[in-house]
């Protein structure tokens, strides 16, 4: 079964960090481009950012480049997306994502809630 897990979400201070963790499930990982996404409620789900396989080059939105960093560790077949000075425009359910030609061509996971919040 080919799965994407999120873990981390939670409730948040503004200014505080948080470190999301997606696990990969079912698929040659190593060899993915894998994706935040996040939705804030009434909202368009919007691209966060991304992380290329082998070297690890990575790409941010706007909103949150210089604040967000996304890693992978290819060992644990998971990757990260570390939220640093959060606002409370960050709240949204973050979401993983893989697209590719081969199998699985479009998979998400179920999505962690982020709340940031004084």
């Known amino acids: 079964q080919v799965q994407l897990v999120e873990s981390g979400g939670g409730l948040v201070r503004p200014g505080e960090s948080l470190t999301l963790s997606c696990a990969a499930v079912g698929f040659p990982f190593g060899r993915r481009l894998m994706r935040w996404y996040r939705q804030a409620p009434g909202k368009e789900r919007e691209w966060v950012g991304n992380?290329?396989?082998?070297?690890?080059?990575?790409n941010y939105a706007n909103s949150v480049k210089d604040r967000f960093t996304i890693s992978r560790d290819n060992a644990k077949n998971t990757v990260y997306l570390q939220m640093n000075s959060l606002k409370s425009d960050d709240t949204a359910v973050y979401y993983c994502?893989?697209?590719?030609?081969?199998?699985?061509?479009?998979?998400w996971g179920q999505g962690t809630q982020v709340t940031v919040s004084a």
């Open positions: 994502n893989t697209k590719g030609t081969q199998y699985p061509n479009d998979l």
């Open positions: 992380i290329l396989t082998a070297g690890g080059s990575t």
